[in-house]
């Protein structure tokens, strides 16, 4: 829990790096097939802790590419005191604070979730549902992505898992030429492709710092590489690009207090099918943390398609706004694009035992096997084209509106 001396971190760039030296190696042989495994480290006197390792396959042609999002593990984690959001000893005011990371690196642990960061929440519920019913699957990182992006052609789609809010250009640009192709797209979580962030190397090698000075004025590349000048969020200067343009969704905000019923308004689609579900049917608890919505007056892909339209409470403002799960597919590619409003969908995944009463996941599961089944085949556009319905919820132009 302490911050060890081989890991220092120093303004202006508040990063904390560990410098340890080599204690033990082992060769990725073949036994180890692709996938995600967690390697758990015992000390001698009990103490334990995972370190993730996802091994992929570059000559894979598997159907279904799940990509792990680690970019946005690395950026919440607190190991050492210092991340991308805050400073834990901070009395500075606003937010984020002044001291806050602007470099994370991967050479450090995941200082939570045992060190396996967010995976066994976010992520483990729907691979383990996935590797149970067999199916062709990959693995791959944020960084996979990032600098292999072109293998995405051999797949025919890319899950986005439940917390997936980084992404760099190359990310972008990357999905972006895959969807012009008929790669599908499925983001399980809300806020994807919110910050823009860039890889650099550390002194281990390449690709394990990830940057964010979130103040685009603030990076050393602002006026000098604008393409690859980081920030806040992708909808604001230089880039001008925000997610809605890919996504057909909208990041507004989160609640980490309370959890929201997802509302069916669409139960005639194929996301409903075998669940008797029926238009304003509540699926309980599945709307928590982060929430996207439709926002007409962002530049949304034409077609797209509100499925479930759910009312909810922004926790830092009390403001009450629509939570919508979306579905579009491009005209041109056929690719279909899915997003399901929440951070909370994997998660909701989880059985709840004994307790039936208010349980997500048994209709959860069929929705997300629906899902995974569509989408799993090719571009979703050739059998189920989006029909647009936004407007029987919103105005044209609108920001939004409220519930």
């Not at 860039?198 to 103040?215: K, T």
């Not at 069916?264 to 919505?293: H, I």
């Not at 056929?334 to 909370?344: H, M, P, R």
Request: aromatic residues 12%; negative net charge.
């Amino acid at each position: 829990g302490h911050l060890e001396p081989s890991c220092p971190a120093s303004p202006p760039l508040y990063m904390v790096q560990c410098s340890w030296g080599l204690a033990t190696q082992f060769r990725i042989s073949p036994a180890f097939v692709q996938g995600d495994y967690l390697l758990k480290l015992v000390a001698s006197n009990g103490a334990a802790s995972y370190v993730p390792l996802t091994v992929w396959d570059p000559s894979s042609t598997a159907a279904y590419v799940v990509m792990n999002a680690v970019f946005t593990w690395q950026v919440f984690n607190p190991y050492g005191g210092y991340d991308l959001y805050q400073q834990g000893n901070s009395t500075a005011p606003g937010y984020p604070p002044p001291d806050r990371s602007r470099v994370v690196s991967f050479d450090r642990p995941y200082g939570y979730g045992d060190g396996a960061a967010t995976f066994l929440t976010n992520e483990f519920p729907l691979i383990e549902l996935m590797e149970r019913h067999g199916l062709d699957v990959t693995y791959w990182t944020d960084i996979t992505l990032a600098t292999h992006g072109n293998l995405l052609a051999n797949h025919r789609v890319l899950l986005s898992l439940g917390h997936d809010e980084e992404w760099s250009l190359r990310m972008r640009e990357a999905i972006q030429r895959a969807e012009a192709h008929g790669v599908n797209l499925v983001f399980f979580g809300a806020s994807p492709i919110l910050r823009k962030v860039r890889l650099a190397p550390s002194p281990l090698g390449p690709n394990l710092e990830v940057v964010n000075y979130r103040d685009p004025t603030e990076d050393p590349l602002y006026g000098v590489d604008n393409a690859e000048v980081t920030q806040n969020w992708w909808g604001q200067p230089p880039a001008d690009a925000p997610a809605a343009q890919i996504v057909g969704d909208s990041y507004i905000g989160f609640n980490n207090t309370q959890h929201f019923p997802l509302v069916v308004t669409n139960a005639s689609s194929w996301l409903y099918a075998g669940t008797g579900l029926e238009n304003g049917s509540e699926v309980p608890n599945v709307l928590f943390t982060d929430f996207d919505g439709y926002i007409p007056a962002r530049p949304n892909p034409p077609g797209v398609e509100i499925l479930a339209h759910s009312p909810v409470t922004i926790g830092f403002s009390g403001a009450h706004y629509y939570a919508d799960t979306t579905y579009v597919t491009d005209r041109a590619s056929g690719a279909g694009i899915f997003e399901s409003g929440t951070n909370n969908w994997i998660p909701a995944l989880e059985p709840c035992g004994s307790v039936a009463s208010g349980c997500p996941a048994p209709l959860l599961t069929i929705m997300t096997r629906n899902i995974l089944r569509l989408f799993g085949q090719g571009p979703t556009g050739r059998t189920q084209p989006s029909v647009a319905n936004w407007q029987q919820f919103y105005a044209p132009g609108s920001l939004g509106a409220e519930a």
